[in-house]
């Protein structure tokens, strides 16, 4: 019987993709390297009879490195590791990937790879091919034996799917990837020694063995420096605000918003409170009614993913995308990495939401979507890569209590928050629309002011009875409010009395 050596990109993911693969009827044991496991189990591949062995690696198998001598800092200049010479080492030496690899894959007839589907799983693809040269029993190079499986959620219908449509891994990417490694480690490695150097032998006081650089840590530090400066050199300015509070003739509480907003001067923000401490009532002049229309968010790709994790859940992006990592794996979304927003014509969003029609939160919304038709996802941006974020099957309470879900944890969401900008069918839900109501009051006989400037900020003052008949009794006035700078408050009043009661 011919022999199928398939290899992912974790341990995990192995043991997932092998349990579907073999409907579950496949056996296990530890490898070599006490790292990576070892599923077998007999099948059919290219219409005859196959035993299959399914293992992973960790990550990359390879590093890129310069030889030895360049690694000495004090006898080569910075400048000559532009053009020295590089070599590839093994990535994580204690784990013996390429010995491991190479004893798995002797007398293997066919090499399937199943390593993540972006650039950095098609170089390790051509990592694992390398490792096993001269030990599988044909050309790894060439297409009649190596495949590779592309896919974007571990499910069965998709694993199974890119199973039976297996492609040659793309040596081009690869190669991109190659280039990548290169250019960092030798401008890294370059400027890093240059400007360490540099710095140590000024600033004898330096408290920083190492200085280094990198094309994307720098700018990164500099947007950080540029931050950093804009507060240090903010200067506070004082401002006053004024807050009325009235109560309805149905005995309702009403705080009223200061058409101004603030005031820069004290003696002016006191007039304010002044010309207003002996009035009792006032009167709704006019009523504003608009629509506001709330449309539905493009479907989720990473970027988006991040920021909506850092929002609601306080999490930061490393620990975001370990998480997201995790429910990859574990088939709950699809594959996590990825710049698109949009579906494909052909994507199966009627299948994707009957997954979720049984979910105890938006079971009850799914089902009734699907009876009245699912609405067209909005037009998003499609790189090539990967289908949006899309969750591919249900998760139980007590499987997130468990552990198996958010392994790690998970911070307990913001109060006042909804941490749900994009549940699982908010792509497919209809465009909200709502009415959004608002007037005016008129103060102790007052003219009707001037039409004012809608700055966006707050809603209109919203009446309780018709205008020609509506009062409101203004309970309290709250003296001017003292705030400090950019979102430093300091509530310290200008006068004895924080709230005047002025009510008969």
Not at 51 to 80: A, Q
Not at 231 to 255: C, D, N, S
Request: aromatic share 6%; with cysteine; proline share 7%.
């Amino acid at each position: 019987m011919k022999t199928a050596l398939m290899v992912a990109e974790k341990p995990s993911l192995a043991q997932n993709l092998a349990n579907i693969l073999s409907n579950g009827k496949c056996s296990t044991n530890k490898g070599s390297n006490s790292a990576c496991a070892v599923h077998e189990w007999n099948g059919t591949f290219k219409n005859e009879p196959v035993r299959f062995k399914m293992t992973s690696v960790c990550g990359h198998v390879m590093s890129l490195d310069f030889t030895g001598k360049y690694n000495n800092w004090d006898k080569v200049d910075p400048i000559e590791l532009f053009t020295c010479p590089t070599e590839k080492k093994e990535a994580m030496p204690r784990l013996r990937i390429p010995a491991f690899l190479a004893q798995e894959g002797r007398g293997a007839d066919y090499l399937i790879l199943w390593l993540d589907c972006d650039k950095e799983g098609e170089n390790i693809c051509f990592e694992v091919m390398q490792c096993v040269v001269g030990y599988a029993k044909g050309d790894v190079f060439s297409p009649s034996v190596t495949y590779r499986a592309r896919f974007s959620a571990i499910t069965d219908k998709d694993i199974k799917a890119a199973m039976n449509s297996l492609v040659r891994p793309n040596e081009n990417e690869s190669r991109s990837v190659d280039a990548r490694q290169e250019l960092d480690l030798r401008i890294g490695c370059a400027f890093t020694r240059f400007q360490t150097k540099y710095f140590q032998g000024r600033y004898g006081d330096l408290d920083a063995s190492l200085i280094s650089y990198g094309p994307c840590q720098t700018p990164t530090l500099g947007f950080c420096v540029q931050r950093h400066d804009e507060i240090q050199t903010f200067k506070p300015e004082t401002y006053w605000v004024l807050r009325v509070t009235a109560t309805t003739t149905e005995g309702r509480e009403l705080p009223l918003e200061w058409k101004r907003i603030r005031c820069f001067e004290k003696d002016i923000a006191n007039m304010f409170v002044a010309s207003i401490k002996e009035i009792k009532e006032a009167v709704v002049i006019n009523v504003q009614a608009k629509e506001k229309v709330k449309s539905r968010p493009v479907a989720l790709n990473t970027v988006e993913l991040m920021r909506v994790a850092s929002a609601g859940l306080g999490m930061g992006p490393h620990h975001a995308m370990q998480i997201a990592e995790r429910l990859y794996t574990q088939g709950y979304i699809s594959y996590p990495r990825t710049e698109t927003t949009s579906y494909g014509e052909n994507y199966d969003l009627v299948g994707m939401l009957r997954q979720q029609q049984n979910s105890s939160k938006w079971g009850a919304e799914v089902r009734a979507l699907l009876a009245g038709g699912v609405n067209k996802p909005k037009k998003g941006k499609d790189v090539g890569d990967h289908p949006p974020i899309t969750p591919m099957r249900p998760a139980t309470r007590s499987t997130e209590r468990g552990g198996a879900l958010l392994a790690g944890g998970v911070n307990k969401p913001k109060k006042g928050k909804d941490v749900g900008d994009h549940p699982p069918i908010t792509p497919m839900r209809p465009t909200t629309r709502s009415m959004e109501r608002g007037g005016a009051l008129l103060a102790g006989g007052v003219n009707k002011p001037k039409k004012g400037k809608d700055v966006g900020d707050h809603p209109p003052i919203t009446p309780m009875r018709p205008a020609s008949e509506s009062l409101v009794a203004i309970k309290s006035i709250d003296t001017p409010q003292k705030r400090m700078g950019k979102n430093i408050w300091e509530l310290g009043p200008p006068s004895n009395s924080n709230k005047t009661n002025i009510v008969g």
